[in-house]
């Protein structure tokens, strides 16, 4: 059974700070990560994805992969209230590409 | 913008009657999955299509809930009779291909009294 580990939080973080949000995942064959982001209410929405080790970058948010430990973050910089929301980590099965998400963490920025 | 549709957004009902969800994914997503999402959790697959064919129903609990993709293009689920423990979010996405890129709807809320 794959698991994908998130702490569910709430993490708060003043605005303007770094948010680092980690994700841990059972299954060492898994080659491919996801961060969805989930407002209150609302539908998981892609934000990021990484296949290779080391860091991958795009805007505010850079993704960082560690095969060997099996961990998976997301740092969010310069954090808006905006991005207040919970980020699910899901890790595809290798053929079908069916997601297993985390049960995600709650981030909380405050003004 | 293409969008993955669901209705209904929001239902209520009574413990033992049936529901229904419909979902139509986004023109040319030849695979559409079904999520449950409870409250504090994140979604779980129920069921995936590649076009009109289950590649896999293993979590859909088959005793009370099916699923249907006739045409290959939307999708109904169905639950019957509903249990109080049915009360979720219930989530349409599509992908073009398997990529690990989900298109979600808006989802379907549903509470059982």
């Known amino acids: 059974q794959k698991e994908v580990e998130q702490n569910s939080g709430p993490l708060s973080v003043p605005e303007g700070a770094i948010a680092s949000l980690n994700c841990t995942y059972s299954d060492r064959g898994s080659q491919s990560f996801f961060w969805y982001r989930q407002y209150s209410g609302k539908s998981p929405e892609l934000i990021m994805f990484i296949y290779s080790n080391g860091d991958k970058e795009d805007g505010r948010f850079t993704a960082q992969l560690n095969k060997a430990s099996q961990y998976v973050s997301l740092l969010i910089r310069d954090s808006q209230p905006s991005d207040s929301a919970t980020y699910l980590c899901a890790v595809p099965a290798p053929l079908s590409y069916q997601l297993t998400f985390g049960k995600g963490t709650k981030l909380s920025v405050i003004p | 913008e293409a969008e993955v549709a669901q209705s209904p957004r929001y239902k209520i009902t009574e413990k033992s009657q049936a529901v229904a969800f419909w979902c139509d994914p986004i023109?040319?997503?030849?695979?559409l999955y079904w999520y449950r999402q409870i409250l504090g959790q994140g979604p779980e697959l129920l069921v995936q299509?590649?076009?009109?064919?289950?590649?896999?129903d293993s979590q859909l609990p088959k005793d009370r809930f099916s699923a249907e993709r006739l045409k290959g293009v939307d999708s109904t689920l169905k639950i019957q009779p509903a249990e109080l423990g049915d009360s979720a979010m219930y989530l349409c996405?599509?992908?073009?291909?398997?990529?690990?890129?989900?298109?979600f709807g808006e989802g379907s809320r549903l509470t059982v009294l």
């Open positions: 023109s040319g997503h030849a695979t």
């Open positions: 996405a599509s992908s073009l291909a398997s990529t690990g890129e989900l298109f």
């Open positions: 299509f590649q076009d009109e064919s289950v590649v896999d």
